[in-house]
């Protein structure tokens, strides 16, 4: 599973390298739905910095929503603060003229809530790109590459697909649905599969491995089954066009969702030995268009694609 990825954000390098059309009325939704409070869309800071200086009436629109939003959401980092420094400081009190249980643990919690609203607050105001900026995980949005009548177009989509036609109540049912395993692409997936196909670009990807597996040892050898995270990375430093499948999911009453999620296989050995069982597929530029223009009744040729499909050496490490 792609338990998380450092992913290109910034539409512009799909236009700039596909050619692609932005659909300016998708990330107009997304963002004015965030700012009216009518959705809680994860965005990435990377994916609101390519508004940053728009150039044209669309962009300049986007960018109001984006600070609307961003002016709210500091205004309640704010207020926590003032509440948590309020809290901190009864807590402190207390504990000099007696320790207890509770003031010690205000004082802890206290202490965490202050420096979290204080780096949310930075990041806000902060105009300087870090990687994390284009980290997306499992809720989040990305830009998905898709094609629409002959022509590469980007729309902004959530990473955790809620296929057309299924209760909303799958997103808690199936948490897992940000992925998509190729042995079942004509089984839970078969309503996406050879009809909705996207691409997006990934630079890193990270997964949730066992540190008994990734060291090779015995479980028994360890206190407990220890998870660490592994980030893992082309050793080619070149981009992954990752294949996804997406749906656009209606309901009365609800605004629309744009949701993807990203196809997974057999891990390479250097992988499995990492002590991961699943990897995302990098597909080959040159099957891109065969991709994004499927046909349902040729999987074949579809599985084809997926079975062609780069072979970088992944090199990984400890995430930081």
Known sequence: MCYSAQIQADYRKFVRTFGALMDIEEFARLFFERAEGVSKAKIPK????????????????????????????????EEDLFR?????????????????????????????????AQSRLKDILRTEPKARDSRIFPGHYAPVMVMENGQRVVKPMRYQCRIAGKPASYDVKYPGTYNARRDNLEGFWKPCFGY??????????????????????????????????????????????????WSRWSAPGEPDLLSFAAITDEPPPEIAAAGHDRCIIPIKPENIDAWLNPDATDLASLYAILDDRDRPYYEHRLAA
Not at 217 to 229: K, P, Q
Not at 235 to 240: D, H, P, R, T, V
């Open 46 to 77: 990377a994916m609101e910095d390519a508004f940053a200086e728009p150039d044209n009436d669309a962009g300049r629109e986007i960018k109001a929503l984006i600070d609307r939003f961003n002016v709210g959401q500091a205004a309640k980092f």
């Open 196 to 245: 909705t196909h996207g691409i997006i670009l990934v630079d890193v990807f990270y997964e949730n491995v066992s540190r008994a597996k990734m060291e090779g040892t015995l479980l028994e050898t360890h206190e407990r089954d220890e998870n660490v995270v592994l980030e893992f990375r082309p050793a080619n430093g070149e981009l992954m066009h990752v294949a996804c499948l």
């Open 84 to 116: 948590q420094r309020k809290r901190l400081a009864d807590a402190e009190r207390s504990l000099l003229t007696k320790v207890t249980k509770a003031a010690t643990e205000n004082q802890r919690i206290a202490t965490d809530k202050i420096a979290l």
